[in-house]
């Protein structure tokens, strides 16, 4: 299987790692046919990504679009972060091995998860957010 510079560089040096104690929103996704868990936590401050960090337990390509996803989202506004889809983390690393595409499905879920906690905490309604799935193999978009 052959891996990109950059998906090798994300996972053997993962940006944001950790976790946010006073996260404004927390998402976590999970993929029961891998065994990959993805968390996101966010700081918003006036409808923007202050900070961004994640914890995910899986492959290495998994660990790679988890950092790769929070360095995209981070300063951006609530409604640019949606625009991050698994495409958009993928293209940012040079691309995944088409066996691990979900694994960017599973980063943009995650992401979105933590977008839909944060809209529930406080009471708002981000256009075109869908309600998060507990396993992204729920999903039908998964292209493998």
Request: charged letters at 30%; hydrophobic letters at 40%; one cysteine or more.
């Amino acid at each position: 299987m052959e891996y990109s510079e950059k998906v090798m560089d994300h996972f053997m040096n993962p940006r944001n790692v950790g976790e946010i104690e006073d996260a404004s929103g927390i998402g976590q996704v999970g993929n029961v046919k891998c065994g990959d868990i993805m968390k996101v936590y966010l700081k918003i401050e006036d409808g923007r990504i202050e900070d961004a960090k994640f914890k995910t337990f899986g492959c290495g390509a998994a660990v790679a679009t988890s950092s790769m996803a929070t360095e995209l989202v981070k300063g951006r506004t609530v409604q640019e972060a949606l625009e991050v889809t698994n495409k958009a983390v993928m293209e940012a690393l040079d691309g995944l091995p088409p066996v691990k595409v979900h694994c960017s499905c599973l980063a943009e879920e995650a992401l979105h998860a933590a977008l839909w906690d944060y809209a529930e905490k406080n009471g708002i309604v981000i256009e075109g957010l869908k309600p998060p799935v507990a396993d992204v193999e729920e999903l039908h978009h998964i292209e493998e």
